[in-house]
């Protein structure tokens, strides 16, 4: 089965804070992805990698980057957290092919205060 | 521009009762890819089903079964004689061409024993 595991289930930081987030998965997918997902809106595409080093901005990038040095593994960036980026963020990976389902780690509930 | 639109917010049932979610999409591509994931409560998308748009027949698993009519664009999911543990949030998504799945807001099913 494939295992997409994220760091942390729950975190809490501060306005202006650095915030990382980290996905990790343990099947030699190609892609991965970093959702938000916010009550009503469903889940909101932030990036996403199609191979290491190799980023796309995804529907809402503002406020975020991403760095992806192992193919393993896929970091989320909050550059200056602000209140508005309080969500749950999913990580998801999946194989090249784009008719292939992603597979999602469990979600990291981050409140910024 | 793709879209999925699932006009339910929230089910709720007694336990042994069929629910039918609905899911309405939108693209203008001739290939595309429409998905199922279901979120119980402890946050992991759990994948049920993929159809592409050139296999209209339904399909059944069980409890769970899907209607999927390109005339309408309609992905429609049933769940036949719903149990407790079918509460959670199902999510309808679509895909086309890349990798970026549309989801859907979610339909939230709560059974109720």
């Known amino acids: 089965d494939v295992k997409v595991t994220q760091s942390s289930r729950y975190l809490v930081k501060r306005t202006g804070e650095k915030v990382f987030l980290e996905c990790v998965q343990d099947m030699d997918h190609e892609n991965m992805f970093w959702y938000r997902q916010d009550p009503g809106l469903g889940l909101r595409l932030i990036y996403f990698?199609?191979?290491?080093?190799?980023?796309e901005k995804g529907d809402i990038p503002e406020g975020y980057s991403v760095s992806r040095e192992k193919k393993e593994r896929f970091s989320l960036i909050l550059e200056s957290a602000s209140t508005n980026q309080t969500s749950m963020y999913l990580c998801?990976?999946?194989?090249?092919?784009?008719?292939?389902?992603?597979?999602f780690g469990d979600g990291t509930r981050l409140s910024i205060l | 521009a793709q879209k999925v639109t699932q006009a339910q917010t929230e089910i709720s049932v007694v336990e042994k009762e069929d629910v039918t979610l609905d899911c309405v999409y939108e693209t203008r591509d001739t290939t595309y890819y429409l998905f199922w994931y279901k979120q119980p409560p402890s946050g992991e998308l759990v994948f049920l089903i993929r159809?592409?748009?050139?296999?209209?027949q339904n399909e059944i698993s069980g409890r769970y079964s899907w209607n999927f009519q390109k005339s309408t664009s309609s992905f429609n999911f049933t769940i036949t004689a719903s149990q407790v543990v079918d509460s959670a949030v199902y999510f309808c998504a679509l895909i086309q061409g890349d990798y970026k799945l549309s989801f859907g807001a979610g339909t939230t099913v709560t059974v109720r024993a």
């Open positions: 990698s199609y191979d290491v080093k190799m980023k």
């Open positions: 998801a990976s999946s194989l090249r092919v784009s008719n292939q389902p992603q597979h």
């Open positions: 159809r592409n748009s050139f296999d209209e």
